[in-house]
């Protein structure tokens, strides 16, 4: 049996219905005095478990929605961006819920409280790649930061590896083949010349390449500084005393994380250009 519950799947409730009657809406409903339990950890308390779905807010219709997931479990739970609209009360019960949950448990979520709590193990999606860690958010951080030095140590050795645009890439004896027999002194003069400014154009274009990086590499230092002091600030629970402010360091930490990922992007077009021969050209 699989569940799935998303952000969106809130519009499904019947607005017709009470609050009670949705929770206990089931093939095998329970009974009325455990729905009241569960409700009223998710802060459905008194009269609240008879107002009708159509009067409730965004956050409340998120809690019963979960409610209802939670109090007819299936064996395979997918959730998409389960704490969005809960308050801190709310995301505490869930997280106690799900503690308690005995089958496979498949989340997406960009609450880092949430994430710490819940993840036994993480899957990292980008560039069209799935990877795989089989440790808790504080194991992915580390393996995914060491994994990331290890990529730009190999950039580097690649790009030093590289050869140096200069002579060394036209050698005199070189040069003399690419001038036609018959040609006169001033002429091979001129051609040499000619090559000359165009290893020096080349050299500035690869210094100018370089130069691209440094600046890529220092923006994304930046926003990976950014986002360690969010998550930081996720972590301490003064945080969760104030009231929104989780929230709103959630969405800038989303928003770091966007940018970050264009910035990644960014950096990896720029590095492929340096692959391009300068011959090739």
Do not use: C
Not at 148 to 175: I, K, T, Y
């Amino acid at each position: 049996k699989v569940g799935y519950f998303s952000q969106y799947r809130v519009e499904m409730l019947q607005p017709g219905m009470t609050v009670l009657d949705t929770a206990r809406d089931m093939p095998n409903p329970v009974s009325e005095q455990v729905a009241r339990t569960v409700l009223g950890s998710f802060l459905f308390r008194g009269d609240d478990v008879f107002k009708t779905t159509a009067v409730l807010s965004g956050g409340e219709k998120t809690r019963l929605a979960l409610v209802k997931l939670l109090l007819d479990p299936p064996n395979l739970l997918l959730m998409d961006e389960p704490t969005t609209h809960l308050d801190v009360g709310s995301i505490d019960a869930l997280v106690g819920a799900l503690a308690q949950y005995e089958g496979t448990l498949i989340f997406i979520s960009h609450d880092v409280y949430f994430i710490r709590a819940i993840a036994k193990s993480v899957l990292h999606i980008g560039a069209g790649r799935l990877t795989p860690y089989a440790g808790d958010y504080d194991y992915y951080l580390d393996k995914s930061r060491a994994t990331s030095a290890r990529a730009a140590l190999v950039s580097e050795g690649r790009a030093s590896a590289r050869p140096v645009p200069g002579n060394a890439m036209h050698p005199v004896h070189d040069m003399q083949k690419h001038v036609p027999a018959g040609i006169g002194l001033r002429e091979a003069r001129q051609q040499r010349r000619v090559q000359a400014e165009e290893r020096k154009a080349e050299a500035k274009t690869q210094r100018d390449h370089a130069k691209r990086l440094r600046e890529l590499e220092m923006h994304i230092l930046s926003l990976e500084g950014r986002q360690g002091e969010l998550t930081a600030e996720l972590e301490k629970p003064e945080t969760y005393e104030r009231g929104g402010a989780a929230m709103e360091l959630n969405r800038q930490l989303l928003s770091v994380a966007g940018e970050l990922e264009r910035a990644t992007k960014h950096w990896e077009a720029v590095a492929a250009e340096g692959t391009v021969s300068p011959l090739a050209r």
